[in-house]
């Protein structure tokens, strides 16, 4: 079946630790996105790209790094640097023209 | 600054009536606009969108408005259905060769039996 597919579900990381997310597509997209979810603040962007090997800021990129080496996979990897990681983060992706499809969300939780 | 904004943190709707959710946009480059429905713990679904060139699209109980003088679109809900109790996103995106998409801070649903 066709989707996008984040893993893991939950994460844990000790302070001072950078994390990957992972974020899978087999829908042939050529943009995907990285969105943040806290409570009452919405879907935030943090990082998207519309093409292999390109990529742009969202609203709250800092102390996040992507990398788009390959079609299907677009990798968020939150650093030492990001203040507040506990959150929902979702990955989605789109084809010119049409709504952005998401994954399942990855809960990451700072311990 | 938000670009797009949904100024009911939440809605309480009768069952059978009509629910109505709003949405705002600052951007008048947006040329596509969307809604999509939440739960808890999982990815928005996408439910219907509208293009910058219609002030109306429909599909089933749902229908898009979209004011562009406004600057202004709403999600009719009708008739309302328990399953309809969720959180409503809002997003809009620049249209061809800009890909990027903003959301809504959402407007969560409660269908009342």
């Known amino acids: 079946d066709g989707g996008i597919t984040q893993s893991p579900k939950y994460l844990f990381r000790k302070e001072g630790q950078n994390v990957t997310l992972s974020c899978e597509q087999n829908?042939?997209?050529?943009?995907m996105y990285w969105y943040r979810q806290d409570p009452g603040q919405g879907l935030r962007l943090i990082y998207y790209s519309q093409i292999v090997n390109d990529f742009q800021k969202g609203d709250i990129a800092e102390g996040y790094s992507v990398s788009r080496e390959k079609k299907e996979s677009f990798p968020l990897t939150v650093t030492s640097a990001q203040k507040n990681p506990t959150a929902f983060y979702l990955c989605?992706?789109?084809?010119?023209?049409?709504?952005?499809?998401f994954g399942q969300g990855t809960r990451l939780t700072v311990v | 600054d938000q670009q797009v904004k949904q100024n009911s943190p939440s809605l309480s709707v009768q069952e059978g009536r009509i629910s109505i959710l709003n949405c705002d946009y600052t951007?008048?480059?947006?040329?596509?606009f969307l809604w999509y429905k939440k739960y808890p713990a999982e990815g928005p679904t996408f439910l219907i969108s509208?293009?910058?060139?219609?002030d109306k699209n429909e599909d089933g109980r749902f229908t898009v408005f979209l004011n562009k003088s406004a600057k202004h679109l709403s999600l009719h809900i009708v008739p309302s259905q328990p399953g309809d109790s969720a959180v409503y996103f809002c997003?809009?995106?620049?249209?061809?060769?800009?890909?990027?998409?903003?959301f809504g801070k959402g407007t969560r649903l409660h269908i009342l039996p």
């Open positions: 997003a809009a995106s620049g249209g061809p060769g800009d890909d990027k998409i903003i």
């Open positions: 509208i293009s910058s060139i219609k």
């Open positions: 951007n008048s480059m947006f040329d596509y």
């Open positions: 989605a992706s789109k084809r010119d023209l049409t709504e952005a499809f």
């Open positions: 829908l042939n997209h050529d943009a």
